[in-house]
């Protein structure tokens, strides 16, 4: 606790009157257990329309707790609103009906104090849904008063610091909160209608892949070894396939030590699915499907509004290659050049810098896509036909240099990754050799060799489709939310300067 020097006179006041609740009242000012039997929601949906006198006839009493929200002290009668995790709820307290002792004891009450109420539903005559108390429980005492509503925790930083004070104070961050499990939830239930089956896999790896990430190091003293946190779980995953379980998919934490900005947090979830004996164009059905019933699901509508833009999930979404939309933006056709230097010519003439491992007609290809398309990507987008050296664990198209891979793009973001996947492990094996090369030029994203995938893909993976989208940009979308700090409820944060 506070030492009582660093404390405002109102800390102060409170502390006070922790001693009044337990000798005068014979109150645990930390409470203990409390019956509730309904909530702000539900006296909403069933009284609200009905009349005073309705209710009079009706009499509904319902017992409620939460947090005091608004607090206004009248001599022997006085009012107070409370919110519980639907919202809030004017509470009426009167001398005459809940006596002089709980009375008194209600007087100690102050904003943020949690308290449980027991009493009829009336309105008052302004109308307003109302519950009179005939007891009332104190249960926890809120020792700090609480921020103002309108100026006391905009900031940010500041929110994302305090999250319970950011769910207490603010209406927007309670409705992310909730809008997020509803959207896994979704997921979930599309997924499962479909026959997959959700698993749970490791999140330690003792080998680096299934994506190109810096990956965070930990030590396992129990075996004095090293191992990274898992940048993605594809090739567990792709293992369960070789096993039999043919539709699976996980919903889970990836870790990636890199940057943080509006749209990146190191720690961030993600969910993969993956299907023997379907393909990319499997992946691309199952994309829009469960997209739009989780924007059904979470919003009410596959049509949402995102920062001013109205983006439309109802449709059909567009698919077209990448070789074809670079051509859109610059007239290069990168289906015409094969030699790198031609490539770099292009890259110099158009303002691209090359790093050191980025040597090969793919490399610049995929360049000119980051740079001149993926911001107008704004109505959702899946891009295909990805140039193989960025694409390790694809199977390669009809023309070898590209894969069966899209990406799914929506608002100038990537959403979601999918492939027609690689089960050829003669060809599996180079793509790593490949990225051994790649890291060996400084490409510290870079797969290492997975001898044990490698001998998994000999025993035989069926011919599978899977895709990756991420569930926090997804939320983003839905919650209409510009910063993926306000959808992760404890994001990574810097240290705060003092």
């Not at 890199?258 to 993969?272: C, K, L, Q, R, V």
């Not at 994309?287 to 989780?294: C, L, P, Q, S, V």
């Not at 924007?295 to 833009?309: E, L, M, N, R």
Request: glycine fraction near 6%.
């Amino acid at each position: 606790m506070d030492n009582i020097q660093n404390l405002n006179d109102q800390e102060v006041n409170r502390r006070e009157k922790l001693e009044k609740y337990s000798k005068t009242f014979h109150v645990d000012p930390f409470g203990k257990k409390f019956k509730v039997t309904s909530n702000s929601d539900e006296i909403r949906r069933l009284y609200s329309k009905k009349s005073n006198n309705a209710l009079e006839r009706l009499k509904p009493y319902v017992s409620v707790a939460g947090r005091i929200k608004a607090l206004r002290k009248m001599g022997k009668a006085s009012f107070m609103n409370i919110q519980d995790k639907y919202g809030n709820v004017q509470v009426y307290m009167g001398i005459d009906v809940v006596g002089k002792k709980a009375y008194e004891l209600f007087k100690l009450a102050d904003i943020g104090d949690v308290v449980g109420i027991y009493g009829r539903v009336m309105k008052t005559r302004s109308g307003e849904l109302t519950i009179r108390a005939e007891k009332y429980t104190h249960l926890t005492k809120c020792l700090h008063p609480l921020p103002e509503k309108f100026h006391g925790l905009v900031d940010i930083e500041e929110r994302s610091r305090k999250r319970y004070l950011d769910l207490i104070m603010n209406d927007e961050a309670r409705k992310v909160a909730f809008a997020r499990p509803k959207l896994i939830r979704s997921i979930q239930s599309y997924l499962d209608n479909q026959g997959y089956v959700e698993v749970e896999t490791a999140v330690l790896s003792p080998i680096l892949g299934g994506a190109n990430a810096r990956p965070f190091v930990a030590h396992m003293n129990a075996l004095d070894k090293d191992f990274y946190l898992r940048i993605a779980t594809e090739l567990n995953l792709k293992r369960l396939l070789v096993g039999g379980m043919e539709k699976v998919y996980e919903i889970g934490r990836l870790f990636r030590n890199e940057g943080m900005d509006a749209s990146h947090n190191p720690e961030f979830t993600t969910i993969e699915a993956y299907e023997a004996y379907s393909d990319l164009q499997g992946m691309r059905k199952l994309a829009e499907g469960m997209i739009r019933k989780a924007a059904k699901d979470v919003t009410g509508s596959d049509i949402v509004t995102y920062q001013d833009k109205v983006i439309n999930f109802h449709k059909p979404f567009r698919w077209v290659s990448m070789a074809d939309l670079i051509k859109e933006k610059t007239g290069v056709d990168f289906r015409n050049i094969y030699d790198f230097a031609e490539a770099k010519k292009l890259a110099d003439k158009h303002g691209i810098k090359l790093e050191k491992h980025k040597n090969t007609v793919g490399h610049v290809m995929n360049e000119f896509f980051e740079v001149f398309c993926e911001s107008e990507l704004i109505q959702p987008t899946f891009v295909y036909s990805y140039p193989i050296e960025v694409s390790p664990l694809t199977k390669k198209g009809k023309d070898p240099r590209f894969t069966e891979r899209f990406e799914l793009f929506v608002n100038g973001r990537e959403l979601a990754n999918a492939y027609t996947e690689l089960n050829d492990p003669i060809d599996q094996k180079e793509r790593f050799l490949a990225q051994l090369k790649a890291k060996e030029l400084g490409d510290e994203e870079a797969n290492e060799m997975d001898y044990d995938f490698l001998e998994a893909l000999e025993y035989g993976m069926p011919p599978a489709g899977g895709i990756g989208m991420g569930i926090d940009r997804l939320v983003m979308l839905l919650t209409n939310q510009d910063n993926i700090r306000e959808v992760i409820l404890f994001p990574m944060m810097k240290d705060k300067a003092n």
